[in-house]
């Protein structure tokens, strides 16, 4: 029997990669990849990282995607987004296709890994990471049949680019503070050393010398 094959599946008769089930404050759309769209190494960086271990792993691959990078160097969730391949479509019109012939409604399968999440009981509103919660809102590519016009999906994807963008720069911002943090460790620790055996203190150059008057 063949494998099971996660977040795959066919939107209409075009198959495609699920990378978000539902959106946060949409929970009937859902945010797809057709992979008939990608090309060369993009298609193959994208299906190899849905086939590894860590993505079949994983409910969301989402989350996998934003922790991977493309061959080229690029996050691989901006990516895809930048480059408009992400499409947010309704849910109802999602099959998944975990086994060849076989296919399973994607509302079925978010009803029910909701209620494992959520205990039985009606999910609860999580924090997001903004990243992904504004790659999550993206309508950036109009809908196959029926759904954003062009001058929303436009007016989403400017937005969703502000979003990414503040992301980045909160993200840089901690990584500035966690330098600061290091150095100033860096700094302890050398004091300490320099206590324990003063002889290997840097010595100090001569300073400049002395003006002389003409």
Same mark, same amino acid.
């Given at each position: 029997?063949?494998?099971?094959?996660?977040?795959? !599946?066919?939107?209409?008769?075009?198959?495609?990669? *699920?990378? /978000? %089930?539902?959106?946060?404050?949409?929970? =009937? #759309?859902? $945010?797809?990849?057709?992979?008939?769209?990608?090309?060369?190494?993009?298609?193959?960086?994208?299906?190899?990282?849905?086939?590894?271990?860590? !993505?079949?792993?994983?409910?969301?691959?989402?989350? *996998?995607? /934003? %922790?991977?990078?493309?061959?080229?160097? =690029? #996050?691989? $969730?901006?990516?895809?987004?930048?480059?408009?391949?992400?499409?947010?479509?309704?849910?109802?019109?999602?099959?998944?296709?975990?086994?060849?012939?076989?296919?399973?409604?994607?509302?079925?399968?978010?009803?029910?890994?909701?209620?494992?999440?959520?205990?039985? #009981?009606?999910?609860?509103?999580?924090?997001?990471?903004?990243?992904?919660?504004?790659?999550?809102?993206?309508?950036?590519?109009?809908?196959?049949?029926?759904?954003?016009?062009?001058?929303?999906?436009?007016?989403?994807?400017?937005?969703?680019?502000?979003?990414?963008?503040?992301?980045?720069?909160?993200?840089?911002?901690?990584?500035?503070?966690?330098?600061?943090?290091?150095?100033?460790?860096?700094?302890?620790?050398?004091?300490?050393?320099?206590?324990?055996?003063?002889?290997?203190?840097?010595?100090?150059?001569?300073?400049?010398?002395?003006?002389?008057?003409?």
């Amino acid at each position: 029997m063949a494998d099971m094959m996660k977040h795959v !599946g066919v939107y209409g008769e075009k198959p495609c990669v *699920v990378v /978000f %089930r539902e959106l946060p404050d949409e929970p =009937e #759309n859902a $945010l797809i990849c057709l992979s008939g769209n990608l090309e060369g190494n993009l298609h193959d960086d994208v299906m190899s990282v849905v086939d590894s271990a860590e !993505g079949q792993e994983s409910n969301e691959i989402s989350e *996998v995607f /934003f %922790r991977r990078r493309l061959s080229d160097g =690029e #996050n691989m $969730l901006e990516a895809l987004h930048s480059r408009k391949m992400l499409q947010k479509v309704p849910v109802d019109m999602v099959k998944l296709t975990p086994f060849p012939n076989q296919q399973v409604d994607l509302t079925e399968i978010n009803k029910q890994l909701n209620n494992i999440n959520a205990g039985s #009981n009606p999910p609860l509103k999580t924090e997001v990471d903004p990243l992904v919660a504004e790659s999550q809102a993206a309508g950036s590519v109009p809908l196959i049949e029926g759904g954003q016009s062009v001058a929303s999906a436009e007016a989403s994807a400017e937005t969703s680019s502000e979003g990414i963008a503040q992301s980045m720069i909160d993200q840089a911002t901690l990584m500035e503070e966690d330098a600061q943090a290091l150095l100033s460790e860096a700094t302890a620790k050398k004091a300490q050393a320099y206590e324990m055996a003063p002889e290997l203190k840097p010595k100090r150059g001569p300073g400049r010398p002395p003006k002389t008057e003409a």
